[in-house]
């Protein structure tokens, strides 16, 4: 509630990437599935698609924890920035590790713009 919650009901905006990444794993874990869809713009799919895939994923997975391995640009006076991530899971009982190495960037490539999840680089 007082660190991602802020984010999550869009009282505050992620001030740099790594910012906005934890707070989507955050949201994944709590299901918020609106400001998973509000900060991935350029997802595959149509909104209502979007939502029964995530409702779907956020009920058939647990997170255990995530380490940010790396930043790179990103801050706060940045249009573009990467994070470097490992999240561990579970789905079904079975244990598993997401690294993933994600691009970030402002919002029409606005320095006033809300970060946004692009998508992985590796």
Do not use: K, N
Not at 44 to 60: N, Y
Not at 61 to 67: D, I, K, S
Not at 69 to 92: I, K, N
Not at 93 to 113: C, K, M, Y
């Amino acid at each position: 509630d007082q660190c991602c919650g802020p984010l999550h009901r869009g009282r505050l905006q992620a001030v740099t990437a790594e910012q906005l990444m934890r707070s989507r794993y955050s949201a994944y874990a709590l299901a918020q599935v609106e400001y998973l869809i509000a900060t991935h713009p350029g997802a595959v799919g149509t909104p209502v698609e979007r939502r029964r895939e995530l409702r779907a994923s956020c009920r058939q997975t647990r997170w255990h924890g995530l380490t940010v391995l790396d930043t790179t640009a990103g801050q706060s006076d940045d249009l573009e920035g990467s994070v470097s991530f490992e999240a561990v899971f579970s789905v079904g009982g079975a244990r598993q590790v997401l690294s993933e190495h994600s691009l970030f960037r402002r919002r029409d490539g606005e320095a006033s713009g809300p970060w946004l999840y692009i998508g992985p680089l590796d």
